[in-house]
């Protein structure tokens, strides 16, 4: 959103900013919702029903993850210049059509295929959704709800791999038209409660909001920084299920790993973080969750069994409930209003960069630790990753953490 842009929503009155506020949680529910049945099984069903490696179904999901994020600045631009209303609602359409299209892929090229069209969905509504929260809310509501979102989230993630699981003894078709269906209902939840900003008779140029960003140097070197915690924190949706199916031989272990990460999330997310920023600034506490992935990440590799590794996740969870809003606040906080979409949308490419990576290497050191009997390998990589990320975060936030102190002491 362009400042005219943000100006306007501030002239919503207080009844339609909190309307259009809710409406962004209902939707969060079924965006989350709809990935989270879908995509954890993504590497599950590939690579043990239809037989794809599973450095080539990480692949697939490296291509949909460098597309998505690669393009999402491309949709933050639009945002600005459009507005976000109308890129969402482009967005969840393109996103049905490809998880739709997932029902059918039977092989690499048409996995490939479907995979480029959701991500180009996500590339449309991500950054015009998180831009949208960033414009209706400030920097005193702003935090609190970013916990409601994320404990929204955690629900979401809780529910989602539970109903793809059930789904799925009946056929990956359904799933994939039910997730469907959570995106072609945001398209109507969108039109009818999100609102409506007016736009400036005449956009900002294109460049304006890429000049912007580029004077922001603590952005970009946050932007950069987060590159290295996504390639650790997308495992998730590859190493993770993989392992998971491994350790115990049945897919239903993927359900109750993430039952277990999601319900953590339900149960911590909210309490936690605002205990955590009552005694830590959000740089510290950022920081700190992403030491404990890390931690529990490198765990793994010394774990034999699926108790062992829940144990692990348990960890892992945690420390990812910790970064969720607290990365979501510090960006939104260094993002300049008068091209908010662009911002947000520059902030994708960390995930874009690090998750892709992530999930090609993730999948790579899988059949690598498999082939070689290191079964350390993998998790030793991404716990040492993901403690340069920490420590390279706690560089560039210090400052930033100083003064957020001060003034909560002040």
Same mark, same amino acid.
């Given at each position: ?9 501030? %002239? ?32 599950? !069903? $590939? ?14 999901? +490296? ?25 969402? #609602? ?11 299209? =997932? ?9 490939? +295929? ?6 180009? *969905? ?5 950054? /015009? $959704? %998180? +831009? ?12 609190? $709800? ?29 799933? #994939?038209?039910?997730?469907?269906? #959570?995106? +072609? ?14 736009? /400036?008779?005449?956009? /900002? ?23 290295? $915690? ?53 740089? %510290? ?9 890390? =931690?529990?990440? *490198? ?8 108790? *062992? ?5 348990? *960890? ?77 975060? !706690? ?13 909560? !002491?002040?």
């Amino acid at each position: 959103m362009s400042i005219e842009q943000a100006s306007a929503s501030t %002239q919503l009155s207080e009844a339609a900013r909190r309307r259009g506020l809710n409406g962004l949680l209902v939707y969060t529910f079924f965006m989350v919702t709809g990935f989270a049945m879908l995509m954890p099984l993504v590497a599950v !069903h $590939y690579v043990n029903d239809v037989g794809l490696a599973a450095a080539a179904v990480g692949l697939a999901l +490296a291509v949909r993850q460098l597309t998505q994020q690669g393009l999402a600045l491309l949709g933050g631009v639009l945002s600005d210049r459009f507005g976000a209303r109308r890129m969402i #609602c482009l967005g969840v359409l393109l996103r049905a059509a490809g998880f739709a299209s =997932l029902a059918f892929a039977a092989d690499l090229p048409v996995l490939l +295929a479907a995979m480029v069209l959701s991500a180009l *969905g996500g590339a449309m509504f991500e950054a /015009p $959704y %998180q +831009a949208s929260i960033a414009a209706l809310t400030d920097e005193g509501s702003r935090p609190r $709800y970013y916990a409601i979102s994320n404990w929204v989230s955690g629900v979401a993630t809780t529910l989602g791999p539970l109903l793809g699981v059930a789904l799925l003894h009946f056929d990956f078709r359904i799933v #994939c038209l039910t997730a469907a269906a #959570c995106f +072609a209902l945001n398209f109507l939840i969108a039109l009818r409660l999100l609102p409506q900003v007016e736009m /400036p008779p005449q956009p /900002p140029p294109l460049r304006h909001g890429l000049d912007l960003v580029r004077g922001n140097r603590p952005f970009i070197r946050l932007v950069g920084l987060m590159m290295l $915690y996504w390639f650790v924190a997308v495992q998730i949706n590859i190493s993770f299920p993989l392992l998971a199916q491994r350790l115990t031989g049945s897919v239903d272990s993927v359900g109750a790993m993430f039952a277990l990460s999601a319900g953590l999330t339900v149960a911590l997310q909210y309490g936690l973080v605002r205990w955590l920023e009552k005694h830590l600034s959000s740089a %510290q506490v950022l920081v700190l969750g992403v030491t404990v992935m890390s =931690l529990a990440a *490198g765990a793994i590799g010394f774990v034999a069994d699926f108790a *062992g590794f829940l144990v692990c996740v348990a *960890g892992f969870s945690i420390g990812a409930l910790m970064t969720r809003p607290t990365q979501q606040t510090l960006i939104a906080g260094l993002a300049d209003p008068r091209a908010l979409g662009t911002f947000l949308g520059v902030s994708s490419l960390s995930l874009a960069v690090g998750g892709g990576i992530g999930n090609i290497a993730g999948g790579w050191l899988i059949d690598l630790s498999a082939a070689r009997q290191w079964p350390w390998l993998p998790w030793s990589v991404f716990c040492l990753v993901g403690l340069l990320s920490a420590a390279g975060l !706690h560089w560039a936030t210090r400052a930033r953490g100083r003064i957020e102190a001060a003034a909560a !002491h002040s």
